[in-house]
């Protein structure tokens, strides 16, 4: 069993930065590729970013490419999201999950992840 929990969501202002962290516990996750998910009131969770076993290589969805960027740190059990130039259109709950997958393809599937975080919320204001 894999225990992630997210953390740094907040309110902030189109055009702001934001970094989120997501810790995991109960093994390493070095065994797992990581991704980030968003799920907005009224929509299915969508695919974000996602990174593989080794942090050897990315996946970002087209929605937030060139503004987020994720990294895994396998020594700390530590993976985060870091987000630039916030939109108001990336309001959302963002969740941190791990997969015994790692193709792109797979990685960008919410239901090839083994393991959820319960959520942090970004607000981006107008």
């Known amino acids: 069993q894999v225990q992630l929990v997210e953390s740094g969501g907040g309110l902030v202002q189109a055009g702001d930065s934001l970094r989120l962290s997501c810790a995991a516990s109960g093994r390493t996750i070095s065994g797992y590729s990581m991704g980030w998910f968003r799920q907005a009131p009224g929509k299915d969770r969508e695919f974000v970013v996602a990174?593989?076993?080794?942090?050897?290589?990315?996946y970002v969805a087209d929605s937030v490419k060139g503004r987020f960027t994720i990294a895994r740190d396998n020594a700390k059990n530590t993976v985060s999201l870091q987000m630039n130039s916030l939109k108001p259109e990336d309001t959302a709950v963002y969740y941190c999950a791990a997969s015994t997958r790692y193709s792109s393809l797979s990685l960008r599937g919410r239901m090839n992840y083994d393991y959820w975080g319960q959520g942090t919320q970004v607000t981006v204001s107008s």
């Open positions: 990174v593989s076993k080794s942090g050897g290589s990315t």
